[in-house]
């Protein structure tokens, strides 16, 4: 069953300081069978709960083949090299991990 990484993205940032996270991030999806099937910033929210408020701007979602390969991506050496490149220059995004649907 395929699992998903989804990051809600914040504007604003360092967008210089993301550089070298960003050419080198995808290419730590490889290893896992990631795959980035979307990234957008064109969100058209319709539907939020008025006391939790969510307004993403611009998504990811990355395709895993199942749930332990999302979470041994995460977790590998390669990526958390990255993961203080994005933290430093933009701060945390809201990112969660989930398992697909069991055909």
């Known amino acids: 069953m395929a699992a998903y990484v989804i990051f809600d993205v914040p504007p604003g940032g360092d967008l210089e300081a993301m550089k070298p996270y960003r050419e080198k991030a995808f290419d730590t999806l490889i290893p896992y069978g990631g795959r980035a099937i979307v990234r957008t910033n064109e969100v058209d929210v319709r539907e939020v709960r008025c006391d939790r408020g969510w307004t993403p701007t611009r998504l990811l979602i990355v395709e895993f083949p199942n749930l332990a390969a999302a979470n041994a991506w995460y977790v590998s050496p390669e990526y958390q090299a990255l993961l203080p490149l ?18």
Request: net charge negative; proline share 6%; aromatic share 0%.
């Open 86 to 103: 994005r933290i430093n220059a933009i701060g945390p995004d809201n990112m969660v991990i989930v398992a697909g649907i069991d055909d």
